[in-house]
C-alpha cells in the first residue's frame, strides 16, 4: 500500500477582536499556548504553534484582532495581523454565529482577497445561539466572501473542531517537518511568563485597565532550592510564597506596566490584594508550565502614554515600525 504523503504548512488564524482565535488554536494544538480573556485585543503579536500527528505538521500563526488601530500599538498589532495572511499557505477566518455584517468584516474579506490563499471560515461559539439559525449565518458569509468551506464549531466545547484540522490537511500542501515532533511553540519561557501574568491580570482587573497595560520580565533564573522564607507583602512590590518540594526553582520578576497613577491603584488593590492575587493566579500557572517551583516578584510602574511610545513598545518586543 502506497504511504500517505506528508503535508505540511503554515496557517494563519484571523479575524476581529475576541472571537475566539487563541481559544481554537490552544484547542487544536492540545495545549494551552496563547492567551486568552473575555477582553478584546488578549493576544499583541503573532503566536506560533505547532500541531504534528501522522497526517503532517500545521504551524498556526494566531495573530492580534483585527481593529481600528487608535494607537501605536494598535497600529503594530494590525500590521501584525496582515503580514500573517502573506506568510500562509491556508487562511482560517473567526466569526461569531450573526446575520450582521459591517465595515470590519468587509475590510477584512478585502484583505482576504488580496491574499490569494485558501480561506477556511470557521463559525465559532455556535453554542452560545439556537442550532437552526446557524445555517443562516453561514449563507449571510457565503454572499460576503468565497469561502472554500465554511464550518461551524463550539471551540470552548470542542464541538466539530475536528472538522477545521481535516479541512487544513485537505488544503496543506506535501511537505517537510519544520519543527521536530516534540515543539508545540516557537515561544520563549519569558515570554509565556510574561503572557501569564498579563493573562491573569486580565481576568482579574475590571473593564478601564486591561487595554493600558503590559508586562515585562525583567529577569528570569533557575537555581536550587535551598528555602523557603516567607515575605511580608509590600504594596508595591508581591513575592508569593514557596511550597516546600522540588529541586530547583525559578526567580524571576516581573513589572506590570500602566498609562495611569489611578490604574496603579487598581491593580495594587487595597493592602496589595489585587496584586498579591494576579501574582498567585500567574505563579501557580508558571509552575505547571515550567514543571517546577516559582518564586515570583511583581512590581508596578507607571508609563503614561506607553503604548504610543515606540521606545518602549519596541522594548515590550512591539516593534512599531515592521513592515507589513
Known amino acids: 500500500m ?3 504523503a506528508f503535508r505540511s504548512g503554515f496557517v494563519g488564524i484571523v479575524g476581529r477582536p475576541n472571537v475566539g482565535k ?4 490552544n484547542h487544536l494544538i492540545g495545549q494551552k499556548i496563547a492567551i486568552t480573556s473575555a477582553k478584546p485585543q488578549t493576544t499583541r503579536s503573532q503566536i506560533r504553534t505547532v500541531y504534528t500527528c501522522d497526517r503532517g505538521q500545521v504551524i498556526f500563526l494566531d495573530t492580534p484582532g483585527i481593529h481600528k488601530a487608535e494607537n501605536k500599538l494598535g497600529e503594530y498589532m494590525d500590521d501584525v495581523a496582515y503580514e500573517t495572511l502573506s506568510q500562509v499557505d491556508v487562511i482560517l477566518w473567526l466569526v461569531e454565529p450573526t446575520n450582521f455584517s459591517g465595515a470590519g468584516e468587509r475590510f477584512i474579506a478585502s484583505k482576504l482577497k488580496l491574499a490569494k ?22 449563507d449571510m458569509y457565503r454572499r460576503l466572501y468565497p469561502f472554500d468551506e465554511i464550518i461551524p464549531v463550539s471551540a470552548l466545547r470542542s464541538v466539530n473542531t475536528d472538522s477545521v484540522l481535516d479541512a487544513i490537511f485537505a488544503r496543506l500542501p506535501e511537505g517537510p517537518m519544520y519543527y521536530d515532533e516534540e515543539t508545540v511553540t516557537d515561544q520563549t519561557m519569558r515570554t509565556l511568563s510574561s503572557e501569564i501574568i498579563r493573562e491573569k491580570a486580565l481576568r482579574c482587573l475590571n473593564e478601564e485597565v486591561p487595554h493600558g497595560i503590559a508586562v515585562e520580565i525583567q529577569s528570569m533564573k533557575e537555581r536550587k532550592r535551598q528555602t523557603s522564607k516567607k515575605r511580608a507583602h509590600g504594596v508595591q512590590d508581591i513575592q508569593t510564597d514557596v511550597q516546600e518540594s522540588g529541586d530547583m ?10 498609562e ?40 508596578v510602574k507607571v508609563r503614561k502614554d506607553w503604548r504610543d511610545n515606540a521606545g518602549i513598545l519596541r522594548s515590550l518586543g512591539y516593534d512599531p515600525n515592521r513592515k507589513a
Open 260 to 299: 495611569k497613577d489611578s490604574h496603579k491603584g487598581i491593580i495594587i488593590g487595597k493592602g496589595g490584594s489585587m496584586l498579591k492575587k494576579i501574582a498567585t493566579q500567574a505563579r501557580l500557572a508558571i509552575e505547571e508550565m515550567v514543571g517546577e517551583k516559582v518564586n515570583l516578584k511583581v512590581f
Open 22 to 25: 487563541s481559544t481554537l488554536m
Open 249 to 258: 526553582i525559578w526567580d524571576i520578576e516581573a513589572v506590570i506596566i500602566t
Open 2 to 4: 502506497k504511504k500517505k
Open 117 to 138: 490563499k485558501p480561506v477556511i471560515l470557521v463559525m465559532n461559539k455556535i453554542d452560545t445561539v439556537e442550532k437552526k439559525l446557524v445555517p443562516g449565518y453561514m
